[in-house]
């Protein structure tokens, strides 16, 4: 059965930085990629940056220089590292693995950045 365990999230003040960390226990076959998305309060979830298991990323744009995308395959990890976090940043962020059969999530972990 596979698990993914996210951690990190927290109340941060606008301009400040937190880190996401995604571990998946279990059996994968063959990760293609890993994500985050989030989904905040009235909203649809959206993807928020992407990682291959080749290592190309994408991002929204939202977030494109701010935040950075990063994965251990050896370890099916994938971070998130955010920085200068604004209010709109505000959402439960999952985390997301895609195989080659199946496609994972985590349970999400909320990301509060006070206006």
């Known amino acids: 059965q596979v698990q993914l365990v996210e951690s990190g999230g927290g109340l941060v003040q606008a301009g400040g930085s937190l880190r996401l960390s995604c571990a998946a226990s279990g059996s994968i076959f063959r990760v293609n990629a890993m994500g985050w998305y989030r989904q905040a309060p009235g909203k649809q979830r959206e993807l928020v940056a992407s990682i291959t298991s080749g290592g190309s990323t994408n991002y929204v744009d939202s977030v494109k220089g701010r935040f950075t995308i990063s994965s251990d395959n050896a370890k099916n990890t994938v971070y998130l590292q955010m920085n200068s976090l604004k209010p709109e940043d505000t959402a439960v962020y999952y985390c997301?693995?895609?195989?080659?059969?199946?496609?994972?999530w985590g349970q999400g972990t909320q990301v509060t950045v006070p206006s």
């Open positions: 997301n693995v895609r195989g080659t059969f199946d496609s994972y």
